[in-house]
Each structure stands twice: as C-alpha cells, then as structure tokens.
C-alpha cells in the first residue's frame, strides 16, 4: 500500500500531465494568431498579391517550417476563416430547435453568424482585404462550399414533403449566406454600425422584398448608432 505522503506528490504529476495538453493548445494558438496578425498587417500594407510567405515568417519571427506547420500558403491563411465561419454556422443551426419554421432558422443563423463573424478583433480588417483583393476574395470564396453544403443539408431536413420543397433547400442555403455578406458589407462600410442593429435591418430589407412590399418606394433611413 502506498504511502500517504507519495499520494500527494503522484497527483500533483498526475495534474502536471492533464494540464500539459491544454498548454500546448495554448502555445499553437498563441503562434496562429502571431503569424495571422503579421500577415493582415502586411496584406493591409502591400497588398495581398505582394505579399511572400517570406515576408510573413520575417515579420512574425518565426520559421518557413513553423509557417507550414499552420498554414499550406497565404491563401489557406486567408480561407481558414471561413472555416471558424463553418463552425458558426453549424452552432447556428443547431440551437434552432427542429420544429421551428424554416425562416427563423434563416434568421438565427444570419444573425448569430454576423454576430460571431463581428467579434473577431481584425474582422474589419479581414473584410478590407477581401474586398480589395480578387486573389483573397478568391482564396476565401474556395471553402465556401462546404458552408453552403452544410446549411443546404440544414434547410432540407426541413423542407421536407416534396422535391419542389426540397430543391428549395439550396436556394435558402444560397439566400442565408447572402445575407450574411449583405450584413458585413454594410457593418463594414459604415465603420462604427453595432452588428446586431444592422443584421435586423438587412432581414427586415429581406422580409420585405420577399413578401412583395416596398416596390418601387424607398425605405425610410434607419440609424444604427
């Protein structure tokens, strides 16, 4: 039988080797986010396009092979947002509750995705560089699939009752990330907007042009600050 006075030392090791994972995590994301900041400063500086994985190692102080241990390239660098984002997105969905209509759950991912998308310190960044750049827009645009698929999937479980239903899956899936763009356009555009204030604008925006009202009448100004 061991002693009392060995116990407390094989569970302060036994703490040490838990804690050792969590560490680790800590110190991967810690170099992520180092390499991911030197490069948005440097893709705001010179451009996406100028911008050499050299340049980023050199302004992040770190190695080509620590680069690569993170990222494939620049342009993986760039996507993997849109990763995170597909993430968001599937938390979105399923806090819906199934019964629930189709058009809420439209609007709760819409919401909760700008939301999330919004918390990212560098977000206004993100967006400037996509929206100056063909080749980051691109970049990004390459994963975005995936996002489409999963929402698509999403929308079908509850469209159910005909193919015509169905087949409408996509276009709702095509319609949910739409709007989500329209929202960070336009949060990004105004510069000082509170998300929330503009994702309820643009599903407003939404909700009107889809049931046929505003033709051909401007809508009243709405303030967001």
């Known amino acids: 039988m061991p002693s009392r006075r060995k116990q407390p030392a094989a569970a302060a090791r036994g703490l040490r080797r838990a804690a050792q994972p969590a560490l680790l995590e800590r110190k991967?994301?810690?170099?992520?986010?180092?390499?991911?900041?030197?490069?948005?400063?440097?893709?705001?500086?010179?451009?996406?396009?100028?911008?050499?994985?050299?340049?980023?190692?050199?302004r992040?102080?770190?190695s080509r092979r620590t680069f690569f241990r993170y990222f494939a390239s620049k342009d993986d660098l760039m996507a993997q947002g849109v990763d995170e984002f597909r993430e968001v997105v599937r938390q979105a969905v399923a806090s819906c509750p199934p019964g629930r209509p189709v058009m809420e759950l439209f609007r709760q991912t819409v919401m909760q995705a700008a939301r999330e998308s919004a918390s990212d310190p560098r977000a206004?960044?993100?967006?400037?560089?996509?929206?100056?750049?063909?080749?980051?827009?691109?970049?990004?645009?390459?994963?975005?699939p995936a996002v489409e698929d999963l929402l698509e999937e999403a929308f079908r479980r509850r469209c159910e009752g005909s193919?015509?239903?169905?087949?409408?899956?996509?276009?709702?899936?095509?319609?949910?990330?739409?709007a989500v763009g329209a929202v960070m356009r336009m949060w990004y555009e105004d510069g000082k907007a509170d998300i929330t204030a503009v994702s309820q604008a643009v599903l407003d925006a939404f909700a009107q042009l889809l049931s046929g009202g505003?033709?051909?009448?401007?809508?009243?100004?709405r303030k967001f600050v």
């Open 28 to 58: 991967q994301q810690l170099v992520r986010g180092a390499i991911r900041d030197a490069a948005l400063d440097l893709f705001l500086e010179k451009g996406f396009e100028a911008v050499r994985v050299e340049d980023i190692t050199a």
């Open 124 to 144: 206004r960044d993100v967006l400037r560089i996509m929206f100056t750049s063909p080749a980051a827009r691109a970049a990004q645009l390459s994963r975005v």
């Open 214 to 221: 505003g033709a051909g009448r401007a809508a009243a100004p």
């Open 60 to 62: 992040a102080g770190v």
């Open 163 to 178: 193919p015509a239903r169905e087949a409408a899956a996509g276009a709702l899936a095509r319609m949910t990330l739409s």
